[in-house]
């Protein structure tokens, strides 16, 4: 479980190729869930809940499936909010995502089914304030968090954006 052993784990499962990725915004009493996800070479980065599409199924299915997944909760996928393409080679996807409400179940950090037992990434799930986000590093943070003031602020964006995507020069 080495962090070498993580990073090309994820390098072999998710690398080198374009990604479709759903993930859900929700909000609950001004705080937003968040996942700690270990990406290897001791970097860590939240992110709200989510993962990659599976072949057949629609974007909903799949974020429901991955919501499940990754917090245990049964969610109800609203409104499609914006698009946001993330590049950290070998990382590349098209994130997109949506407002979701919580149906049922209570928040209990789950796992990746597509990483090995050994070199799971999920690392920690937590309700945050947009004052908890802020206060953390922004190398830690997915970048759609960079720079917002308030949670609305997530739910008033509509396009295509790229935040900060600068590790190609």
């Known amino acids: ?4 052993n993580i990073s090309k784990e994820i390098k072999a499962k998710f690398g080198n190729q374009l990604r479709t990725r759903v993930n859900g915004i929700l909000i609950e009493d001004d705080r937003i869930l968040l996942v700690k996800h270990r990406m290897g070479n001791g970097r860590m980065l ?3 809940p989510g993962g990659g ?3 057949g199924t629609d974007a909903a ?3 429901r499936r991955e919501f499940l997944e990754e917090t245990n909760l049964e969610i109800f996928v609203g409104p499609y909010l914006f698009v946001h393409e993330y590049l950290d080679p070998p990382l590349h996807a098209m994130e997109h ?3 979701v409400k ?3 179940g209570s ?3 789950g796992n990746d089914p597509e990483l090995s037992v050994g070199n799971q990434i999920l690392q920690e799930i937590s309700w945050k304030s947009i004052d908890e986000i802020r ?4 190398r830690s943070l997915h970048q759609i968090f960079w720079g917002i003031k308030s949670l609305s602020e997530l739910g008033l964006w509509k396009g295509y954006f790229n935040f900060g995507n600068n590790s190609i020069k």
């Open 1 to 4: 479980m080495s962090e070498d």
């Open 46 to 48: 939240w992110s709200v």
């Open 53 to 55: 599409m599976h072949y």
């Open 61 to 63: 299915e799949n974020l």
């Open 97 to 99: 995502f949506f407002e």
């Open 102 to 104: 919580r149906i049922n």
């Open 107 to 109: 928040v209990k950090l």
């Open 135 to 138: 206060s953390l590093p922004a």
